[in-house]
């Protein structure tokens, strides 16, 4: 890979008939550049995984999304068509649960 690839480039050349990597090409360069974190791998205690308000969050939302908001729009049925009541109103709270759980498991 030159320096003018943005991403992996397949050099034939970098392996031997078997499949074995040839040593001194310039993808050996690449994979001993990117291959730094095996050498001082993090442990997962160490890294910053905390529930944390973000899990609580959204551990809400699972609660509304299965729980309370089939129960509302089953113990109180809305007055209006079978389509909005049975398609329409489950997907309020499930895009909301889509939006939580894309935000909560992100990292700033």
């Given at each position: 890979m030159t320096s003018s690839d943005d991403g992996y480039v397949h050099d034939?050349?970098?392996f031997d008939e078997d499949g074995s990597r040839v040593?001194?090409?310039d993808a050996d360069a690449d994979t001993e550049s990117d291959d730094t974190w095996l050498e001082e791998?993090?442990?997962p205690e160490n890294a910053d995984r905390e529930f944390g308000r973000r899990g609580?969050?959204?551990v809400g939302v699972i609660v509304m999304a299965f729980l309370v908001a089939p129960g509302l729009i089953l113990l109180?049925?809305?007055d209006?068509?079978?389509l909005?009541?049975?398609l329409i109103l489950p997907l309020v709270p499930a895009v909301l649960l889509a939006a939580t759980a894309v935000w909560a498991t992100t990292r700033p």
């Open positions: 034939p050349n970098a040593e001194g090409t791998p993090v442990h609580w969050i959204l109180t049925p809305p209006t068509s079978y909005f009541a049975m």
